[in-house]
């Protein structure tokens, strides 16, 4: 199985990107999945994620801002981020719930990762 993001790249601050996470190998889409970041320096931070059902959770720090969507027929995810800062800058990476009906805000959720996409914001 294989997630491959796409979508980054360097914005203004305010401005907006879409990214996205495209799936292989999988049968059906995982019951779960997730966006994660990390900065240089600091540790791997969860973003949002969201499950088959719709239940969707997002961190604090982008509520309001991103929003996380699916597509189950080509299981692909999305994440919208508008009114970027320069706090957001970071890699992006995508995440598949490690156990079918189990979903929660932390990495140890999750366990097929993405190689990332790098998010550049200029203030």
Do not use: H
């Not at 990214?19 to 320096?41: E, H, I, N």
């Not at 994620?49 to 996380?68: E, H, L, M, P, Q």
């Not at 999305?78 to 009906?101: F, S, W």
Request: proline residues 2%; aromatic residues 12%.
């Amino acid at each position: 199985v294989q997630l491959v993001e796409s979508g980054g790249g360097s914005v203004q601050a305010g401005g907006s990107l879409r990214l996205s996470c495209a799936a292989s190998g999988y049968r059906y889409t995982p019951y779960c999945m997730g966006w994660f970041r990390q900065a240089p320096g600091k540790e791997r931070e969860w973003v949002s994620y969201i499950t088959t059902g719709g239940t969707t959770n997002y961190a604090d720090s982008v509520k309001g801002r991103f929003t996380v969507s699916q597509d189950n027929a080509k299981i692909t995810l999305y994440l919208q981020m508008n009114n970027l800062k320069p706090e957001d800058a970071a890699m992006y990476y995508c995440a598949a719930g490690a156990r079918t009906g189990v979903c929660g805000a932390g990495v140890r959720y999750f366990g097929n990762w993405g190689q990332g996409t790098q998010v550049t914001v200029s203030s």
